[in-house]
């Protein structure tokens, strides 16, 4: 394919599209995507967050052998090394590189107000950082992209939160978007009265999750909360080795992500249930957590409390959409009655 016409398709339905309610795309689904996508003259075909997610890894160590594709290239998503490390020693960039995509998107912060309070890093950092990634990726052959992530709540907005909440006589949980050290200390450092931590796999990553907690806060680790959430097959695999790890005090079932690492939608539609198999997957994971003897929790909805608790959990997350929903159906229901009236 040609790279110096002046107009070129970049789609993006197998990472950003295929986040959409109720799909979810099998590793199979993506490759035949891309043969339709490539049949109509796509010139970019993202495939995915290798590294991040076990079945876009999966996607790009097919696709070098099962994809002829005539027009388009594949790009692997990902973002820029972190700060203070080199990018050619960088694991995310390793995995970019190692995907095989001859075009790599990196996102990268482009507001002065996310680089200093979400990187926690200067703006020359910044700069360096995408310079760095970039230069590395382009030794390397590769065609690299550079998206400007705009960003959500910052650390400050976050401070603002936790003193809400405290003031009102409740506490701040925060779920950084990773379990980088930096994210973690400013997440405590900002306030929050616990943190809720993603992904994880294996005994090795809980161990360091807890180095970084009690290094954020050497002092205060005691009256804060850590979470680690279980939300995936490998994690579930390595389950029992995981409890054995001290200074976690919630081990966390996350269902969406639970569900998607065993090949289902991560949503659920209104009025719908998950597949049964990650349902009794939840439940016996619940089981087993406090079997050990540890403190259990997950995502609840109003019907599924009472089992959830019979099962073992005691933190119960609820989200605050299906409050709205029902406030809206209930204000819908009496507009409807007050017309009828009428």
């Not at 701040?172 to 379990?179: A, E, K, L, M, S």
């Amino acid at each position: 394919m040609s790279t110096t016409d002046a107009f070129h398709v970049y789609d993006t339905t197998l990472r950003d599209g295929a986040q959409q309610e109720g799909l979810n795309l099998s590793v199979a689904d993506k490759l035949n995507i891309a043969r339709q996508l490539d049949g109509l003259g796509v010139g970019y075909i993202e495939g995915g967050w290798p590294g991040a997610n076990p079945k876009d890894t999966e996607f790009f160590r097919r696709a070098a052998a099962e994809l002829d594709l005539k027009h388009a290239r594949l790009a692997a998503f990902g973002s820029t090394r972190r700060a203070g490390t080199a990018a050619a020693d960088d694991p995310q960039v390793a995995a970019l590189r190692e995907s095989g995509a001859s075009v790599v998107t990196l996102v990268a912060k482009s507001h002065d107000r996310h680089v200093e309070l979400a990187l926690r890093t200067t703006l020359d950092e910044n700069l360096e950082m995408v310079r760095d990634s970039v230069e590395h990726l382009r030794a390397q052959g590769r065609r690299v992209f550079i998206d400007c992530e705009h960003g959500l709540a910052s650390f400050e907005d976050i401070h603002h939160m936790a003193k809400a909440a405290r003031y009102a006589g409740g506490f701040g949980i925060v779920r950084p978007q990773n379990q980088e050290r930096s994210t973690i200390t400013r997440c405590l450092n900002a306030g929050a009265d616990g943190v809720m931590i993603p992904l994880i796999h294996t005994a090795e990553i809980a161990r360091q999750v807890v180095h970084t907690f009690r290094y954020a806060v050497p002092d205060d680790h005691a009256n804060r909360l850590l979470i680690a959430m279980v939300e995936s097959v490998e994690a579930v695999r390595n389950l029992d080795a995981i409890l054995d790890v001290e200074g976690i005090d919630v081990f966390f079932v996350g269902p969406g992500d639970l569900s998607q690492s065993m090949g289902y939608s991560p949503s659920v539609p209104a009025g719908g249930k998950r597949a049964q198999e990650a349902l009794d997957l939840i439940d016996e994971t619940l089981r087993r957590i406090r079997a050990a003897g540890k403190q259990a929790g997950t995502l609840a909805v109003k019907q599924d409390v009472a089992h959830l608790v019979a099962q073992g959990a005691q933190l119960l997350y609820y989200h605050a959409d299906p409050f709205l929903v029902d406030g809206v159906n209930a204000m819908r229901g009496l507009a409807d009655a007050r017309g009828r009236v009428r």
